[in-house]
């Protein structure tokens, strides 16, 4: 075998799981047919949970450093402002970053390809794959070199992460229903001044369709995305001094732009992949679903399939889980996808439909119920779960399981993120984010109320860490906030997710757990 793990396509969900794939010591390629990183910006928005995934990655402070944090986004309707979402108080006690971090692609790209080094790992470039068969326990990939020439690799296991127009997909036969957008986006990086409000997102509706303005790194630096007029739509000479008419006419006529670096439009479509596997194939990404870019969720999607397939990839090439566990990437990542899809599709539905009762209903409406419902602190932490991400669940994955007890209306349960604590984790101890002691690259068990078992007793040895809660004034607290009853105990997965969950732990019930749901080979 030339390698465990063929990665196809070096974009952000690429680098993603060769990162998750290095640090696990799993012997992992990853090529790229462009000759090297990519320059443009495209996706700008990163989640709060992709920056939760960034921390255990330890590449969080270098993404803060370079980007800049959006803690509001407003909305304005034919000029006027009409709400405000306060993403840093919607999310103050779910996250320990309560905002959408504005970083371009291609900062998010040079910061994952920075740390790939770290395990040895590098990106081989001008490499394109152009052949790919299955056969019984491998598949041979024929890749494109930069001379022309093609060669024959055997891969345990490829990762279509290979964009759009996936070749990894076309070759495993699998199809990409779904239909383009009539409407054609622009995007501008620009140097403007106007009513924005600094710093933070704003939303421009207006009767023909929206702006939105994304603050970036330095005074007065904004993206500009928003959908080109109809009457613009199929000129193929559309420039910036085009759009700015339309932009004037709602953002105000107060809107002078200074220059404008970037310039671009496209045409996208919403579209999911039949299947996210073929047997020893997976689709990550853009290859396994793409959808309007309403919400900033794309490259963040694409990261977190990533994540999910990493760990679960990682332990069945090291022989430590048996190859059905893999069979849960599809099932907890396609309905993510479908949501994903579904939501941005009405959203965008509304906020571009030509029509002119649309246009009304934008403008008036819209406006409105947003500003009312923003002014709701449970709406509006209901709506930050969603953007941010940190919301995602896998309750009917097979990986979940709860022993029951538990009573009804707690919180979290089997499947959900476990959620962002501060905790003391030994009688008299210092209070610590329960998040920075978690290790992602095993499985965490939180014991609480209870006394916690020793590593030998369960059999996992180095592959689990054990975090005791103790009974205390502040703990219980924090836990009552949370809804978390006392004693339970809650068996993390690697990536945060609640696999077995329960009130007193029980030892067998765990053990049987680990092999029978996840797959686990016990030493
Ligand atoms: C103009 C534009 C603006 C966008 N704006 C936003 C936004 O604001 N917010 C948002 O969330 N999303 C946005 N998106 C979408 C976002 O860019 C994608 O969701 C994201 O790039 C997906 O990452 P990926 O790694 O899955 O795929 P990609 O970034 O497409 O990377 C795929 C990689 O695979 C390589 N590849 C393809 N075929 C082969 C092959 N046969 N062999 C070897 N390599 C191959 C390609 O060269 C490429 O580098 C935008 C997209 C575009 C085009």
Known sequence: MDTDVLIVGAGPTGLMLANQLGRRHVRATIIDRHAGPSRETRALGVQARTLEIYAQLGIVDRALELGKRATGANLWAQGRWMARVPLGEAGRHITAYPYVLILGQDDNEKILDERLRDWGLSVQWNTELVGLVQQFGSVAATLKGPDGATRTMAAAWV????????????????????????????????????????????????????????????????????????????????????????????????????????????????????????????????????????????????????????????????????????????????????????????????????????????????????????????????????????????????????????????????GDRFPWLHLRLEAGGPVRDLFERLDDTRLNLIVIGQPAPSMVELGLDSFLRIHSVPTDRLNDAELARARIPQPSFYLLRPDGHIGLCGVLLDKAAMARYLSERLGLKMS
């Open 159 to 414: 990762a279509g992460c290979d964009g759009a127009r996936s070749s990894v997909r076309a070759l495993s036969g699998i199809t990409f229903p779904g239909a383009p957008y009539e409407h054609v986006f622009f995007i501008a990086d620009t140097e403007a001044r106007g009513s924005m409000v600094p710093d933070e997102v704003n939303v421009y509706l207006w009767r023909q369709g929206f702006h939105l303005f994304f603050p970036m790194r330095g005074t007065n630096h904004w993206r500009i995305v928003g959908i080109l007029p109809e009457a613009l739509r199929n000129r193929d000479d559309v420039n910036f001094d085009a759009v700015i008419p339309s932009l004037r006419s709602e953002a105000g006529s107060g809107l002078t732009v200074k220059s404008c670096s970037w310039f671009s439009t496209y045409r996208i479509q919403h579209r999911s992949a039949s299947h996210f596997r073929d047997r020893r194939c997976f689709l990550l990404g853009d290859a396994a679903h793409i959808h309007s870019p309403v919400g900033a969720q794309g490259m963040n999607t694409g990261l977190q399939d990533a994540y999910n397939l990493g760990w679960k990839l990682a332990l069945v090439v090291k022989g430590r889980a048996d190859p059905t566990l893999l069979d849960s990437y599809e099932k907890e990542r396609m309905p993510v996808a479908h949501r994903l899809l579904n939501t941005t599709d009405r959203g965008f539905k509304l906020v571009v439909s030509d029509s002119p009762l649309a246009g009304l209903l934008r403008v008036r409406l819209l406006a409105r119920v947003m500003a009312f419902a923003m002014n709701r602190p449970s709406i509006q932490g209901r709506a930050f779960g969603v953007i941010s991400q940190t919301g995602i669940r896998y309750r009917s994955s097979r990986l979940s399981q709860s022993l029951g007890g538990l009573p009804d209306g707690t919180r979290p349960r089997e």
